[in-house]
């Protein structure tokens, strides 16, 4: 068994020929050989250096966390809406298995598992198209009235003028004092005009029984202001006055017009008395 040597450039080949004996196979008409090839490095190659490892220690990954995937509301999707304000007339029912979207044309859709494709379909057919346009038609309609809300109002006796409906600071006297010192409940009209016009004389006490009382049935029909006196609920109120106010339950200090009128004839020096 020869033992044969290659060389190449850089490593020795050891070649080991076997050949087979021709005695024990007569059979085989040629003879077979076999190269056993032994590669060994020479000691000019240049050896690699081993992989280095890191030992330090590598983070664990993080798990990601799952979840149910947040459904989208329907309702932003409707054509009515807007970006920062959703369709008003909308609403939805949800319920185990299925959410039902009551549109604003009034029909009802089941959106299966919470999907869309339903109400899309739904928004795009022409019976919702045109219920949708005459919405918008009304809404700009109606941008033009201006809807007031008018309070309930009662009729509620009035006040007439009292120091707590009429604040006076700056007034010498009383709204009470006078009430209380007056020695006649009808004012405004001059009483010696009024007795010199009928009697021809300015002096009451030379007048008879009959003649104060026609002096008095006089005052009381040319009076512009008269005193009420009830109790304790004493106030001034105009010969005009409509005793009734309709106003509010919860107005305080009730007044009819007519005793509104007689601040302004206070304040224009019309009459002093009071």
Avoid at 25 to 52: A, L, M, W, Y
Avoid at 58 to 87: A, F, M, V
Avoid at 246 to 269: F, I, V, W, Y
Wanted: charged share 30%; net charge positive; proline share 5%.
């Amino acid at each position: 068994m020869p033992k044969r040597t290659r060389e190449t450039s850089n490593d020795v080949v050891d070649v080991l020929v076997i050949e087979s004996d021709p005695e024990e196979d007569n059979n085989s008409k040629d003879n077979d050989v076999i190269f056993v090839e032994e590669v060994s490095t020479s000691n000019t190659s240049t050896s690699r250096p081993p992989k280095q490892t890191s030992t330090a220690a590598i983070p664990p990954k993080k798990k990601q966390q799952t979840g149910t995937t947040p459904r989208r509301n329907p309702i932003l999707s409707c054509p009515l809406s807007k970006p920062n304000k959703e369709c008003s007339r909308c609403k939805t029912d949800d319920t185990v298995n299925q959410k039902t979207l009551h549109c604003h044309c009034g029909s009802k859709i089941k959106l299966r598992k919470g999907r869309l494709e339903a109400a899309e379909d739904h928004w795009k057919s022409r019976a919702c198209k045109d219920r949708t346009e005459r919405i918008e038609a009304n809404k700009v309609l109606s941008s033009w009235v201006t809807v007031t809300k008018v309070k309930k109002t009662i009729d509620m006796p009035c006040s007439g003028l009292t120091d707590e409906s009429w604040k006076r600071p700056r007034s010498k006297y009383t709204i009470a004092n006078c009430i209380e010192h007056s020695p006649m409940p009808y004012h405004g009209a001059k009483r010696w005009v009024i007795c010199q016009e009928l009697f021809g004389t300015t002096q009451e006490i030379q007048l008879s029984a009959d003649q104060k009382k026609r002096l008095h049935n006089t005052l009381e029909a040319n009076a512009v202001w008269k005193i009420r006196r009830h109790g304790e609920q004493a106030s001034i109120h105009s010969a005009q006055c409509t005793n009734k106010v309709e106003c509010h339950a919860g107005t305080l200090h009730p007044m009819c017009d007519k005793c509104e009128e007689l601040k302004k004839m206070r304040q224009s020096n019309t009459y002093q008395e009071f």
